[in-house]
């Protein structure tokens, strides 16, 4: 069995190998699987959609015309609501939530902006906000 070795670094600084000794995992998906069909092909100025759809829409645009960080982590978490991620039981959307990380040793905490926590297994599912994912070879 392979062991990863962990070191000290910033997030900035991870690689691959940093995912893997952590059991981070990366999963993609396009965005006709991720948004529903009435999200994707509606307008902001459009009359003929319902009003949740026009609420996300102006979370949307919130995010969208900002540097806040706050508007881009409103929308996230209005946006998993929207399509359901937090309608199971086991799954909650949480916003500052703090994970526990055994690193070279010492305990350390990370802050999540939004994520989704089972509330079984406290495995969290983190978002990957404003960022590029051009280079598959270094994906952190």
Partial sequence: MFLHVRTPKSANSWAQDDLNSYCITIEELEPAQFFPSSLATAAIDATNVSDGTYQILRFMQ???NT????DIDEFARV???AIDFDDK???AIRVRHHISLLICGEKKSAEVNVCLADWS???VH???E???TK???DPE
Avoid: Y
């Fill in 121 to 123: 297994t406290e495995i």
């Fill in 62 to 64: 919130a995010a969208t």
């Fill in 67 to 70: 540097t806040r960080k706050a």
């Fill in 89 to 91: 039981r086991e799954l």
């Fill in 130 to 132: 404003n960022k590029t």
């Fill in 79 to 81: 946006i998993l609501s």
């Fill in 135 to 137: 280079n598959p070879h």
């Fill in 126 to 128: 983190v978002l990957q």
